[in-house]
């Protein structure tokens, strides 16, 4: 009989210990009146402006980039090396030009006798001492000869194969001593003094977001330096698979950090709202019967959660505002809400304005792509 109740002892305090450690859990004895005391942080609501942006992702090109050709056929005789930089006009590469050389010397001296002809004909033509006829075919023989000399004049310019703009050789794709035909590519010479970012909007942004409207780059790789500038083209075709308009943003690389290829984020400045609530997202919370916060109502010294019914309107990254339902100098729950049930009482750990916040999130803030 002593042993039964013993064992029914060490089971009733086993339960009392269990029931203790999850009240503590919970925070049911910690709490005023029975109600959980549940730890949060608050803000307090001021209004202030709040700049509206569309996020997306673009991409870098340079602007001046180009697979340079050969445009006559012979051997190589020198090239530049990948990575040397060229000015305007600067011979790349020179093909063996001889034979052209030789022609070119040619068609030189029988241009040279053609004009000689012509002149001394033009004057006897003028006296009446030769035919129409006879002056007529000296000017042929003349016209020809020189288009045959320019002819060569191409062929032996083509034979040296410059720079149709300043830039770097970033790729060789001939070796000094190879032959080469018209079309084949002897370098992609890439210039990236100025580059461009090409993106895509979503065409409802198209009234909104134009030529001119206000962007900022963030560059994942650059030192995470963002960088303020225009949209300098915005197309006027939408692409019918991706429901997306074409902008691009030009501007300088005079440090060359920026490089071909390379992902930015974009923020696409929308608007900027003047007066109005924002708040994080975050502390939002939506269900089936719509959007709500908590706030902290006061209630003999101590602070509870009361749920209320909010109303949005445009969001940025991590903010959002609220265009119905809080008021300057409510004071709103932001973090914790979604273990609070209305009427825990508020372990309130740190305090600060809504103003505050917003700058804070919006610091912290990485770009990511919200369509």
Same mark, same amino acid.
């Given at each position: 009989?002593?042993?039964?109740?013993?064992?029914?002892?060490?089971?009733?305090?086993?339960?009392?210990?269990?029931?203790?450690?999850?009240?503590?859990?919970?925070?049911?004895?910690?709490?005023?009146?029975?109600?959980?005391?549940?730890?949060?942080?608050? /803000?307090?609501?001021?209004?202030?402006?709040?700049?509206?942006?569309?996020?997306?992702?673009?991409? /870098?090109?340079?602007?001046?980039? !180009?697979?340079?050709?050969?445009?006559?056929?012979?051997?190589?005789?020198?090239?530049?090396?990948?990575?040397?930089?060229?000015?305007?006009?600067?011979?790349?590469?020179?093909?063996?030009?001889?034979?052209?050389?030789?022609?070119?010397?040619? !068609?030189?001296?029988?241009?040279?006798?053609?004009?000689?002809?012509?002149?001394?004909?033009?004057?006897?033509?003028?006296?009446?001492?030769?035919?129409?006829?006879?002056?007529?075919?000296?000017?042929?023989?003349?016209?020809?000869?020189?288009?045959?000399?320019?002819?060569?004049?191409?062929?032996?310019?083509?034979?040296?194969?410059? !720079?149709?703009?300043?830039?770097?050789?970033?790729?060789?794709?001939?070796?000094?001593?190879?032959?080469?035909?018209?079309?084949?590519?002897?370098?992609?010479? /890439?210039?990236?003094?100025?580059?461009?970012?090409?993106?895509?909007?979503?065409?409802?942004?198209?009234?909104?977001?134009?030529?001119?409207?206000?962007?900022?780059?963030?560059?994942?790789?650059?030192?995470?330096?963002?960088?303020?500038?225009?949209?300098?083209?915005?197309?006027?075709?939408?692409?019918?698979?991706?429901?997306?308009?074409?902008?691009?943003?030009?501007?300088?690389?005079?440090?060359?950090?920026?490089?071909?290829?390379?992902?930015?984020?974009?923020?696409?400045?929308?608007?900027?709202?003047?007066?109005?609530?924002?708040?994080?997202?975050?502390?939002?919370?939506?269900?089936?019967?719509?959007?709500?916060?908590?706030?902290?109502?006061?209630?003999?010294?101590?602070?509870?959660?009361?749920?209320?019914?909010?109303?949005?309107?445009?969001?940025?990254?991590?903010?959002?505002?609220?265009?119905?339902?809080?008021?300057?100098?409510?004071?709103?729950?932001?973090?914790? /809400?979604?273990?609070?049930?209305?009427?825990? !009482?508020?372990?309130?750990?740190?305090?600060?304005?809504?103003?505050?916040?917003?700058?804070?999130?919006?610091?912290?803030?990485?770009?990511?792509?919200?369509?």
């Amino acid at each position: 009989m002593k042993k039964v109740l013993k064992q029914t002892g060490f089971l009733l305090l086993a339960i009392a210990f269990v029931s203790c450690d999850q009240g503590e859990d919970n925070g049911d004895q910690n709490g005023v009146n029975g109600a959980r005391l549940m730890p949060v942080e608050t /803000v307090i609501i001021e209004t202030d402006s709040f700049e509206d942006f569309v996020r997306t992702t673009g991409t /870098v090109e340079a602007i001046d980039d !180009a697979m340079i050709s050969s445009e006559a056929s012979g051997r190589i005789l020198s090239i530049k090396e990948r990575g040397e930089r060229v000015e305007k006009g600067e011979v790349i590469a020179q093909i063996d030009d001889r034979l052209i050389q030789a022609q070119y010397e040619a !068609a030189k001296t029988g241009f040279d006798l053609a004009e000689d002809t012509f002149n001394r004909f033009e004057a006897l033509h003028a006296d009446s001492i030769i035919s129409t006829q006879d002056f007529n075919s000296a000017k042929a023989q003349r016209d020809q000869a020189r288009a045959q000399l320019n002819q060569v004049e191409k062929q032996l310019q083509d034979a040296k194969i410059e !720079a149709p703009f300043s830039g770097r050789i970033e790729e060789r794709f001939v070796s000094t001593g190879e032959l080469i035909n018209p079309g084949m590519p002897v370098v992609r010479l /890439v210039n990236t003094d100025q580059i461009r970012v090409l993106a895509g909007v979503p065409e409802r942004y198209s009234g909104e977001i134009t030529e001119g409207s206000a962007v900022q780059i963030n560059f994942r790789t650059v030192n995470n330096d963002s960088m303020e500038s225009q949209i300098t083209y915005a197309s006027n075709v939408l692409d019918p698979e991706t429901r997306t308009y074409a902008i691009e943003i030009e501007m300088q690389n005079s440090g060359q950090l920026i490089k071909p290829e390379m992902v930015v984020d974009l923020m696409l400045k929308r608007r900027t709202l003047q007066d109005v609530i924002i708040v994080p997202r975050t502390a939002v919370l939506r269900d089936e019967d719509g959007q709500s916060v908590y706030i902290a109502e006061e209630d003999d010294g101590q602070k509870f959660a009361q749920l209320v019914s909010v109303q949005t309107g445009s969001a940025s990254g991590p903010l959002i505002q609220i265009t119905n339902g809080l008021s300057a100098g409510d004071e709103m729950v932001v973090t914790g /809400v979604r273990n609070l049930s209305e009427g825990d !009482a508020l372990n309130i750990l740190t305090t600060e304005t809504s103003i505050e916040r917003a700058e804070r999130l919006k610091t912290a803030d990485k770009p990511v792509v919200t369509f």
